[in-house]
């Protein structure tokens, strides 16, 4: 297993762009088999998918996100970053960095989390 | 997307309950399904993965069963650190998508 920690603003104003990294220590990113995930927590809304991003750099982000979001990776810091653009109050959560391990059958199942980083979106 | 309707959303226990949480899927997922536990204030945990396969450390009192689209899981046996919220998560298709959480109480 692995151990992350989020890190960024706690406040972000309407329309701005949040950016957020990810520290993943325990391994090298290069050499892990993991897809590595951000998943966030509205406060009265439940758990949401944002999107992962492999070592090799692939990505796929949830379509309700696409259009706002880029992921990315330096392996020399061993950190995952996230950027999302045009901030709304509809996006005020705890932000979490998650690994993706295979599960045995074709398909990544979230393991490890981060302990989550509060973003309030307010002017 | 496939939705995840977990039921109950809350349900309220003794110490000593088997309690049972159910999650299903709006289309077969196969086994592609996790179970995770959440206390206030901290991250989810993960308790069960592919269904059924008990993630390493957590005790034998938690099992979990099902395939397609229909998902149980139970705590044969409650114990005081097990009122947390549980959620379901299916990782077949993306985007993953989550079941809206059972709420455990201290009757």
């Known amino acids: 297993q692995v151990q992350l920690q989020e890190s960024g603003p706690g406040l972000v104003k309407p329309s701005q762009t949040l950016s957020l990294t990810c520290t993943v220590s325990?391994?090298?990113?290069?050499?892990?088999?993991?897809?590595w995930s951000w998943i966030r927590q509205h406060p009265e809304r439940g758990l949401e998918w944002i999107g992962y991003i492999y070592n090799s750099g692939s990505t796929y982000y949830s379509p309700s996100l696409k259009s706002r979001l880029t992921m990315s990776l330096d392996s020399s810091k061993n950190q995952i970053s996230l950027e999302l653009t045009s901030m709304t109050a509809a996006d005020t959560a705890v932000y979490y960095c998650?690994?993706?391990?295979?599960?045995?059958?074709?398909?990544?199942?979230?393991?490890?989390w981060g302990p989550g980083t509060l973003v309030t979106v307010s002017s | 997307d496939i939705q995840m309707t977990q039921s109950p959303s809350s349900l309220s226990v003794s110490v000593g309950d088997r309690v049972t949480i159910t999650c299903r899927a709006s289309?077969?997922?196969?086994?592609?399904l996790g179970w995770y536990q959440q206390k206030p204030g901290k991250a989810p945990k993960r308790l069960i993965y592919a269904a059924s396969s008990l993630q390493s450390g957590v005790p034998s009192r938690f099992s979990g069963s099902g395939s397609g689209t229909e998902f149980t899981l139970t705590i044969s046996s409650l114990q005081p650190g097990d009122f947390a919220t549980y959620y379901c998560l299916q990782y077949n298709t993306y985007p993953i998508t989550f079941g809206q959480g059972t709420r455990l109480e201290i009757k």
């Open positions: 325990g391994g090298s990113l290069s050499s892990l088999p993991y897809f």
């Open positions: 289309q077969g997922i196969t086994n592609d």
């Open positions: 998650v690994s993706q391990s295979w599960s045995g059958s074709g398909s990544y199942s979230p393991l490890d």
